[in-house]
Nanobody
Framework: QVQLVESGGGLVQAGGSLNLSCAAS????????MGWFRQAPGKEREFVAV????????DYADAVKGRFTISRDNADNVTYLQMDRLKPEKTAVYYC??????????????WGQGTQVTVSS
């Protein structure tokens, strides 16, 4: 059974930083691209970032380029999302997901339950 478990969310002031983690089990982790998505209240879920199966390539939504960094540790089956200079309007539930493919922005196979990130102004 595949499990993706996010952690690291919480309350942070605008301009602050958080580092999210996603621990994966039940899948051959180093075969999957890992992505992060977010869903704000009343909005659709949106793509944030993705990292290739071996960590060699990344892709980011325009809204987070230069502020967020995605990384992974294939030895420990963990994906990270370092978020800097957070903005209040980006309070959302953050999800990690796994997909086959190089750098997909959609059609993910497995999803975590999400972790709440609240940015106060």
């Amino acid at each position: 059974q595949v499990q993706l478990v996010e952690s690291g969310g919480g309350l942070v002031q605008a301009g602050g930083s958080l580092n999210l983690s996603c621990a994966a089990s039940g899948l051959t982790f180093n075969k999957y691209a890992m992505g992060w998505f977010r869903q704000a209240p009343g909005k659709e879920r949106e793509f944030v970032a993705v990292i290739s199966f071996n960590g060699g390539r990344t892709d980011y939504a325009d809204a987070v380029k230069g502020r967020f960094t995605i990384s992974r540790d294939n030895a420990d089956n963990v994906t990270y999302l370092q978020m800097d200079r957070l903005k209040p309007e980006k309070t959302a539930v953050y999800y990690c997901a796994a997909a086959l493919g190089l750098l997909p922005r959609a059609a993910y196979d497995f999803w975590g339950q999400g972790t709440q990130v609240t940015v106060s102004s």
